[in-house]
C-alpha cells in the first residue's frame, strides 16, 4: 500500500469527522487493506456528510395544510367515469404509439425480498399462483400482449423498450434470472438493465456506518436515483436512438400494473402532458398513503403524516374525499422531461430519511445486527419531480383493476402473497364474467354468481 496516499486518505477523513473507518485498519491483511482504501476513497465525503446535514434537518414536524389544494378537476382523469368512446380513443392513441416504437416500460426493481423472507430480488417472487408465475414473468408477458394487440391495430411489427433498474444487490441475480428464462420470451436486446447508486450508510449522529472491518455500508438511494442512474448510464441515449418519446414507470411489486397501459399512454398523450401519475381513492381518510396535491404552485405527493385528519376528512359537495389522490408510484413522463430533469434538476432533488435497522461492527469489531433501528438511509423518491413538470396530469384507476402491492411476508394480513393472489385471480374472474364466460365445478355443473349460504 501507498502510505503516503494512505495518511492522505486518513486526513480527509479527520477532517469530515469520519476518521472511524480506518480504526481497525492495522487489523487488516494486505487485500482487506486495499478493499478498505478503494471503498473509503470512492466516498465523495463533502458531498455525502452535505446530504446528510440537509437532509436531517430538513426534517419536520408541521403540517402543509395551509399550502394544500386537491388537484384541479381540469387535470383529472377518471376511469370510472370514463365513456367507453373516450375510453376506446385513448386505448387507440396508446396502441398507435406502442405500433411506432414510441413507448417504454421502466421498472424500479432494486429491492431486495427481505421483507418476504427470501434472499433474491423481489421481481423473482412467485405470490402462490396455480401457474407458479413470477412477477417478472406477470410483466414481461403483458409487454408481449401489447405488442401483438399494437401490430392488430396497425399492422406495425413493434417493440417495447423494457429497461430495469437494480441495485448492486439485485443486479447480478436478476440478469442471471431472465437469461435462465430465456428472457420471458422478449429480445434480450430490448431488455436493458442498469444499476442505481449506492450511498453510504449514517449513523443518527452523522458518523458513516462500517458494515465490516474492511468494508462500509451502503444502501440504494431511492427509487429516486432513477435520474442519477438514467444520466450516467446512458440509458437516455438509448431512448432517443430508438425513438422513445415516453416512457411508463412502475414499481415492481405491484402485481397488477398495467404495464405501458396504452389507455394511460393514450390519456397523457391527448393532454400533452410531460409529467402523470395514476391514482386511486384513499380508502378512508386515515389511510396511511401519500396524496398527490396542488403545493403552492406546484405538485407533489405529500405523505399522509404530513396533514391533519381534519383536512384529511374534508369533502368535496358529492361526498368525496377532497384529498383522495392516492399516489402508487404509477408514472408517466415524456422522454424530453426526463432528459430536462436529469440536466436542470437532479441536484435540486432532496433525499429523505429513512430510519434502518443496518448491520455494523462495534468498538470491538464484532459484527452486529441491530433489533432496532440504529441509523439513516437517505433515499429519493421519484414522484420529487412533478414540482417541475410544466403540464401535469392524473388518472384515478380502479384499485381493485391496477394496485395490489407486495410488502409483506406470509403472515401478514394485507399487502402479502395472499392479498396479490387474490387481486389477480379476482381480476380475473372479472374479466371471464364481462365476456360471458361461466365457471363450473368438477362435475361440470356451473358455479352460481353468488355462492349459498
Not at 399494437?150 to 436478476?174: F, R, V
Amino acid at each position: 500500500m501507498d502510505e503516503a496516499a494512505v495518511s492522505e486518505l486518513r486526513s480527509q477523513l479527520e477532517a469530515s469527522n469520519q476518521g472511524h473507518l480506518l480504526q481497525f485498519w492495522d487489523d487488516l491483511d494486505l487485500t482487506q487493506k486495499q478493499a478498505l482504501f478503494q471503498d473509503v476513497s470512492s466516498i465523495n465525503l463533502a458531498k455525502v456528510t452535505e446530504y446528510f446535514k440537509r437532509t436531517t434537518r430538513q426534517q419536520s414536524s408541521e403540517k402543509s395544510d395551509e399550502r394544500l389544494r386537491p388537484v384541479p378537476d381540469e387535470l383529472c382523469g377518471s376511469i370510472s367515469r370514463m365513456k367507453a368512446a373516450e375510453f376506446d380513443q385513448y386505448n387507440k392513441l396508446g396502441l398507435q404509439a406502442i405500433s411506432e416504437n414510441k413507448v417504454a416500460a421502466l421498472l424500479l426493481a432494486g429491492g431486495q425480498g427481505t421483507r418476504l423472507g427470501v434472499p433474491y430480488p423481489k421481481g423473482m417472487y412467485s405470490v402462490g399462483l396455480p401457474s407458479q408465475k413470477t412477477l417478472y414473468q406477470l410483466q414481461a408477458e403483458r409487454i408481449l400482449k401489447l405488442q401483438r394487440l399494437a401490430k392488430e391495430l396497425t399492422g406495425n411489427d413493434c417493440t417495447i423498450p423494457w429497461y430495469i433498474m437494480t441495485s448492486e444487490h439485485t443486479q447480478e441475480k436478476t440478469e442471471k434470472f431472465f437469461a435462465e428464462h430465456n428472457h420471458f420470451g422478449l429480445k434480450s436486446a430490448d431488455i436493458v438493465f442498469f444499476e442505481q447508486h449506492m450511498l453510504p450508510c449514517f449513523t443518527f449522529d452523522g458518523k458513516i456506518i462500517l458494515e465490516s472491518k474492511d468494508q462500509v455500508a451502503r444502501a440504494p438511494n431511492g427509487n429516486g436515483g432513477l435520474y442519477q442512474a438514467l444520466g450516467t448510464s446512458g440509458i437516455v441515449t438509448d431512448m432517443r436512438r430508438r425513438g422513445v418519446t415516453c416512457m411508463h414507470v412502475y414499481c415492481v411489486d405491484n402485481i397488477l400494473v398495467k404495464v405501458a397501459d396504452p389507455v394511460f399512454v393514450g390519456f397523457c398523450q391527448s393532454q400533452d402532458a410531460d409529467c402523470a401519475a395514476k391514482v386511486v381513492k384513499k380508502a378512508s381518510p386515515t389511510e396511511p398513503v401519500g396524496v398527490i396535491c396542488e403545493v403552492d404552485d406546484h405538485f407533489e405527493v405529500v405523505e399522509y403524516s404530513e396533514i391533519t385528519l381534519e383536512t384529511a376528512e374534508k369533502r368535496r359537495p358529492d361526498g368525496q374525499l377532497a384529498y383522495n389522490a392516492g399516489n402508487i408510484c404509477n408514472h408517466y413522463f415524456t422522454t424530453d422531461f426526463v432528459e430536462a430533469v436529469i440536466n436542470d434538476y437532479e441536484d435540486d432533488l432532496d433525499h429523505h430519511v429513512a430510519k434502518k435497522k443496518i448491520p455494523f461492527v462495534d468498538a470491538d469489531g464484532t459484527k452486529v445486527k441491530p433489533t432496532v433501528p440504529n441509523g439513516i438511509k437517505m433515499e429519493k423518491f421519484v414522484f420529487d419531480v412533478f414540482q417541475f413538470s410544466k403540464k401535469f396530469a392524473v388518472l384515478e384507476v380502479l384499485r381493485e383493476d391496477e394496485f395490489s402491492p407486495l410488502k409483506n411476508g406470509g403472515r401478514a394480513d394485507k399487502d402479502c402473497p395472499q392479498s396479490c393472489c387474490f387481486a389477480l385471480q379476482g381480476l380475473h374472474h372479472r374479466w371471464v364474467m364481462a365476456a360471458g364466460g361461466q365457471f363450473m365445478d368438477g362435475a361440470g355443473s356451473v358455479l352460481p354468481l353468488i355462492p349459498p349460504l
